[in-house]
């Protein structure tokens, strides 16, 4: 496995994976690596000949405020993961390499990034979509796999290949999760141990609002009453939003009729944590 | 020569020359070719071994109420010229292969689009920039091939390219003329006798403001003047700018100690014509 510090470097590489005709599997990440990454690196390690992880904490998609500077940090440990898990190589740019002196370029997804977390982080989304574009241009992989806990993130990603003609496919996979249902993050390290547990209520009130679905309750708003119920056992906690949408353009929904997502995002002390659930109503024959 | 019109396909060819060992050249052009884009053709076709050109009048370039319907179109005279220029294909997607329903990202170079045409045409090289995006994603080329004529433009799609990490090397090439000293524009088509005569002074003005560059005037406010002097003999004209800024980030400059460009857009009737000149104070030891 190798370690690679420049875009220079890492396109040379990948030309010449795919001059052997290779293909080229990327899974894009923070670092601090816990089993969600896992399970994207193993999809790619499965899909492709050559598997690269990039570790890049992306100033971009931070605001002033934000935990940038406290996000955690442990190459050591990271890298020895992604060698385990198979990795070809680990992208690994400096800040500086990525956003040089003059640097003035980004990419926005407009739809898709507004409301939920582009709501309460109106510049987070443009730093993903312009991040990816720069790994995709130097790591040129055929499939980029992200996971589904950052659902509208996956979103943005997909309709910024879609609309830029980038000639690669982008994968979703299931989200990871501790055994009480917390699903997996770096970011769960800040929680104390009674925020820790107060957290599993998160995914209990989005398990209850598909129950709900499956039931028949077909009403949005029901639906998010019934998340902001759950949501009452992870108190004290202060919620950013609690919402259900449309899965595939994430546009706000009067009645839920085809597959929707429902998306919460709380703070829990000092720490913001995400997660969202798919549901569909039942097809109409089978009620 | 083929004719390409969807992004898929011009992906696998693209593809298919790049697993070969070839190497692919590109010129984008809105079509209605002129001596000017032959100039490009030339160039990319010494460069490398498959030659590609783009025929596409970008809507996204375009604000309401500017000459998109009306932009000058020969696919049958282009297809000619390119086949003589020794193209391997012409790219041609319908607008609605580059932009479907439902299309929502754009590609921002900020410092560089700021002030000259991007004053008068905000969401211009947002336009630009996004569309070069779009076709280098399918196109795959080694090298891309731009007019000096339209300066800003070139420097837009040398930073995009600098900023995203696109593999690919961006060349300006000098602006070609007509015999009176007019830069070749599709444009030109629109002006009537009377107009294109009084057009030839928009180069004349560069020409005498370089002079006095060499000369010795270092005042950039002064060699404006000296192109607003020059221009009278345009008129009747609407001037849009005269500026001189810095030739390498067009950051306005208070002296010329380095390289800078001279640029002007005038409208002569109903036509918005653009031109620029670069212009080098004289080594201090030369003087």
Request: charged fraction near 30%.
């Amino acid at each position: 496995m190798i370690i690679v510090r420049t875009v220079r470097e890492m396109q040379m590489r990948a030309d010449d994976w795919r001059r052997e005709g290779k293909t080229i599997a990327f899974v894009p990440t923070m670092g601090f690596l816990h089993d969600g990454h896992i399970s994207l690196m193993t999809e790619g390690r499965a899909r492709a000949d050559a598997l690269v992880v990039s570790i890049f904490v992306n100033p971009t998609q931070f605001a002033p405020g934000e935990d940038l500077d406290k996000y955690p940090r442990d190459f050591e440990g990271d890298e020895l993961k992604c060698r385990t898990a198979g990795a070809d190589a680990i992208y690994y740019p400096s800040a500086g390499e990525m956003y040089p002196e003059g640097y003035q370029t980004y990419v926005n997804v407009q739809e898709v990034s507004r409301g939920l977390c582009g709501a309460s982080r109106p510049t987070h989304f443009r730093g993903v979509a312009t991040i990816c574009t720069k790994l995709f241009n130097a790591i040129k992989p055929h499939v980029a796999i992200f996971g589904q806990k950052d659902y509208q993130q996956l979103l943005v990603i997909q309709h910024l290949v879609k609309d830029l003609d980038m000639d690669l496919q982008v994968i979703g996979m299931p989200t990871v999760r501790e055994k009480d249902g917390l699903a997996m993050s770096s970011r769960n390290k800040y929680l104390n141990e009674g925020e820790r547990k107060r957290a599993a209520a998160i995914y209990r009130s989005l398990k209850a609002a598909r129950a709900a679905v499956e039931k028949g309750e077909l009403n949005p708003r029901a639906i998010e009453g019934v998340i902001r119920g759950g949501l009452k056992e992870a108190e004290p906690c202060e919620i950013d939003y609690i919402e259900v949408r449309d899965a595939d353009d994430l546009s706000p929904i009067e009645q839920i009729r085809r597959p929707a997502v429902a998306a919460v995002a709380v703070k829990i002390g000092a720490t913001r944590l995400i997660d969202n659930i798919l549901m569909a109503p039942l097809a109409s024959h089978d009620r």
